[in-house]
């Protein structure tokens, strides 16, 4: 079975510090995405960012970077320079290739709260 | 404005009681799915929609149904509501399955 796993259930971190995430995944597949989602207290799920199994470079969108570990199945998150409005509970996800048994289905972690401290 | 809109945000009934939790999304995506969140269990897909009339079951859809008659709405219905469905739930939808999923503002549903 595919599974994701955020071992943090909560973090904290200064305002303009940085912080990093971690997820780990198991599964079989060697063509898949893995996704970063933030959970504000306004409960809408907004995309942080996106990667590609296949691609080698790791994904970057302004303050958020991810560290992409392929054979280690490891996907972390990194924010750096914190904001008060990064406060909010992160999730990982993954999705495989359709087919297979395969819906397209995001497959999350639990998620990890975190709490921006000015 | 690109949206995926669900309705109601709130909502509390009684077990057995019929709902419908209404999704529209407003940019022509093929692929919509419902998910439900619970504490340390994240989100779980109840059902997807490749596309109109075609549906699927997702991980979790026993005690529900859903339906594509048209591309931008995909309703989640609960014939049969019972305690161990309260939860938040949301609607997803995306241009295809491997593209970015916009999802929808949630509903909390508590049914007692």
């Known amino acids: 079975a595919q599974t994701v796993t955020q071992s943090q259930p909560e973090m904290s971190v200064q305002e303009a510090e940085t912080v990093t995430l971690s997820c780990t995944y198991d599964?079989?597949?060697?063509?898949?995405?893995l996704f970063w989602y933030k959970q504000p207290p306004s409960r809408q799920m907004i995309l942080v960012i996106r990667q590609e199994a296949y691609k080698q470079q790791n994904a970057t969108e302004n303050r958020f970077s991810v560290n992409f570990q392929k054979a280690a199945k490891s996907f972390s998150l990194k924010i750096s320079d914190s904001q008060l409005g990064d406060t909010a509970m992160y999730f990982c996800?993954?999705?495989?290739?359709?087919?297979?048994?395969?819906?397209?289905?995001?497959?999350f972690g639990q998620g990890t709260t975190l709490q921006v401290k000015p | 404005e690109a949206q995926v809109t669900q309705n109601p945000r709130y909502l509390i009934t009684v077990t057995g009681k019929k709902l419908t939790v209404t999704c529209s999304q407003n940019?022509?995506?093929?692929?919509m799915s419902w998910y439900r969140q619970d504490p340390g269990l994240g989100l779980r897909q109840i059902y997807y929609?490749?596309?109109?009339?075609?549906?699927d079951k997702g991980d979790v859809p026993e005690g529900y149904k859903v339906s594509r008659k048209e591309k931008r709405n995909f309703p989640l219905i609960l014939e049969s509501p019972s305690p161990n469905q309260t939860s938040l739930y949301f609607c997803?939808?995306?241009?295809?399955?491997?593209?970015?999923?916009?999802f929808g503002q949630g509903t909390r549903l508590t049914v007692v």
């Open positions: 997803a939808s995306s241009l295809r399955w491997y593209t970015e999923a916009f």
């Open positions: 996800a993954f999705m495989t290739p359709l087919g297979s048994g395969n819906t397209g289905k995001l497959i």
């Open positions: 929609s490749m596309n109109v009339e075609v549906t």
């Open positions: 599964t079989s597949e060697n063509n898949y995405y």
């Open positions: 940019m022509n995506h093929e692929y």
